[in-house]
């Protein structure tokens, strides 16, 4: 599979974001896209992962609320919607394919490139 994500941006606090990431050449590997993010100095952790045919969703602790995936099977893109955005959710952000339901890098077959969100107070 190839992730390509975009949408990243500098935004204040508050506001709100939505990163797409387009994929293409899905294999029978891919059944769950997922995001993670990446803050400076820290280790990559798990956002929000989706279940590409049945759209089952999960969501990290810390952005549950506040966040959503989605996906359009038609167009192949999978979606992070954010919204009352913190300083602390600045970070590169990444979205991931996985064979099964993830919560941690280890799970991830395929990395796409970073999008970074920096978001201010």
């Known amino acids: 599979v190839q992730l390509q994500a975009s949408g990243g941006g500098s935004v204040q606090a508050g506001d709100s974001l939505r990163l797409s990431c387009a994929v293409s050449r899905l294999t029978t590997s891919d059944n769950f896209m997922n995001w993670f993010r990446q803050a400076p100095g820290k280790e990559r952790e798990f956002v929000a992962g989706?279940?590409?045919?049945?759209?089952?969703?999960s969501y990290a602790d810390s952005v549950k609320g506040r966040f959503t995936i989605s996906r359009n099977v038609a167009e192949y893109t999978i979606y992070l919607q954010m919204n009352s955005l913190k300083p602390e959710d600045t970070a590169v952000y990444y979205c991931?394919?996985?064979?099964?339901?993830?919560?941690?890098?280890?799970?991830?077959?395929?990395w796409g490139q970073g999008t970074l969100v920096t978001v201010s107070s």
């Open positions: 989706i279940r590409w045919r049945e759209g089952t969703k």
């Open positions: 991931a394919s996985s064979s099964g339901k993830i919560t941690a890098a280890e799970g991830v077959v395929s």
